[in-house]
């Protein structure tokens, strides 16, 4: 019942081109974050996916190596349309802000010798850092109080951060340890 | 020319696959590949490339497309868009059709709550390396440390913290 429900719910598979044109519209309208667009895109507005689908696909692409809408982008266009569904929606969703980062790139190359734009894109970086210092403490936050994490995370940023050691040696060796902690640490606690 | 869009592509392909925690985590090696280890630009045109990403609309992974457009022109950017989003792409795809059968399994609950302190860890690491290059002065670093602020204290929207920032920057406070 509930899945006929659910079923009729939902719109149709979207063909390889509605892939390509709502991936292409997330591209161009995601600023600061596509995830949240990304979702009432998907189930609100298209309602290619359930609230539950969208979230067991999202674990997924969190749980792999890559942007997490760069990994959506892919799961949903091979599961609607294979291969070609796949290229369609990662296509879709990076082409427009391909252009325009080139495009912003052409332009600081070519002002940078005039002063104005020289401060504007100084001030622009300055306030750019602030912002991921920030997405840095909002990710911290789950880890307070947790003295494992806290002092793997303390390593993790003095190799990287302060010695530079290259990333795949220092991450496999700390995640190693880390997924090692983790692992006692649940087996110990309680169920 | 093409060793360097080998180069180029060997070292995004290695970042594609390490990006546990999303794009902001592998910046301090993207950093260190392209200015320490390769010369290709200096620290302030890796943070002027990070912020002009980050000005940009869609994922934000696109400072990989703006390094290799500044490194090797359209060829550098396409190398590095399909270096970078390729194989965690094709992995992606891979591991959809075996989803269904580990995602409840303990293990993986256990392996992704391992590898959050490390991607606290590479981002903090991001922060203050992006942060240490930008902000060359003082009233630089005042408007990093006021935009972390308002992010974390009100809910206004980033585009309007990085407008606020550049028009703070053009005002060119105690810049040379």
């Not at chain 1, 979207?14 to 596509?34: D, E, H, I, K, Q």
């Not at chain 1, 600081?108 to 504007?120: T, W």
């Not at chain 2, 303990?106 to 922060?127: E, K, Y």
Request: glycine residues 10%; charged residues 10%.
């Amino acid at each position: 019942m509930d899945s006929i429900a659910a079923r009729d719910e939902l719109a149709p598979a979207p063909t390889v081109g509605a892939l390509f044109g709502g991936f292409l519209t997330l591209g161009l309208t995601g600023f600061g974050g596509v995830l949240p667009l990304a979702r009432r895109l998907i189930v609100e507005d298209r309602r290619w996916l359930s609230a539950a689908e969208f979230t067991e696909l999202l674990g997924l692409c969190q749980f792999l190596p890559g942007g997490n809408i760069i990994n959506l982008s892919v799961a949903i266009g091979l599961r609607f349309r294979g291969v070609a569904g796949a290229l369609a929606a990662l296509i879709g969703l990076i082409a427009a802000p391909t252009a325009i980062v080139i495009l912003l790139g052409l332009v600081y190359e070519r002002f940078s010798g005039d002063a104005h734009v020289r401060h504007a894109f100084a001030g622009l970086a300055a306030a750019a850092a602030g912002l991921l210092i920030a997405m840095a403490v909002r990710i911290a936050l789950p880890i307070r109080g947790n003295a494992a994490a806290i002092a793997i995370a303390a390593l993790c940023f003095v190799g990287i951060a302060v010695l530079r050691l290259p990333l795949l040696p220092t991450m496999a060796t700390l995640a190693a340890l880390s997924i090692g902690v983790t692992w006692l640490t649940t087996r110990r606690g309680p169920r | 020319m093409s060793a360097v869009l080998l180069s180029l592509a060997a070292i995004f392909a290695e970042l594609s696959l390490l990006a546990f925690g999303g794009g902001n985590t592998i910046l301090p090696e993207m950093q260190r590949q392209v200015v320490d280890v390769h010369h290709w630009m200096d620290g302030r045109d890796f943070s002027a490339m990070y912020a002009l990403a980050q000005a940009a609309p869609g994922p934000n992974m696109m400072i990989v497309t703006l390094v290799g457009w500044h490194v090797a022109g359209w060829p550098g950017a396409i190398a590095t868009s399909l270096a970078t989003f390729g194989p965690s792409s094709v992995l992606t795809a891979l591991v959809t059709r075996v989803w269904q059968r580990f995602k409840d399994r303990p293990w993986r609950r256990i392996v992704q709550a391992g590898l959050v302190p490390i991607t606290v860890g590479l981002v903090a690491s991001s922060a203050a390396l992006i942060a240490r290059t930008a902000d060359g002065d003082w009233t630089l670093a005042a408007i990093t440390a006021a935009g972390a602020a308002t992010m974390l204290t009100t809910r206004i929207h980033p585009l309007w913290v990085l407008a606020a920032g550049a028009l703070a920057g053009l005002a060119g406070f105690g810049q040379p």
